[in-house]
């Protein structure tokens, strides 16, 4: 699945990105590591892997958009 990301804070190496619908679905650290990435900015393209649906959607793995 594409979002774009919306926020990161490098300490905590957490964020959000919003989904194509507008949405905001937060990340933690494990799965900002998962995708391999050092920084990420607002509104980069990312591809995301998530588990769950609804109010229980969790993102399991950021990592940036590559065509």
């Given at each position: 699945m594409?979002?774009?990301?919306?926020?990161?804070?490098s300490?905590?190496?957490?964020?959000q990105?919003?989904?194509?619908?507008?949405?905001?679905?937060?990340?933690?650290?494990?799965?900002?590591?998962?995708?391999?990435?050092?920084?990420?900015?607002?509104?980069?393209?990312?591809?995301?892997?998530?588990?769950?649906?609804?109010?229980?959607?969790?993102?399991?793995?950021?990592?940036?958009?590559?065509?």
């Open positions: 594409q979002a774009t990301a919306f926020t990161y804070d300490e905590t190496r957490s964020g990105v919003l989904l194509d619908d507008g949405t905001p679905v937060p990340f933690d650290a494990e799965a900002f590591d998962a995708g391999g990435l050092r920084l990420l900015r607002p509104g980069q393209r990312v591809r995301i892997e998530t588990e769950g649906s609804g109010s229980a959607l969790r993102i399991t793995l950021v990592t940036l958009q590559t065509f």
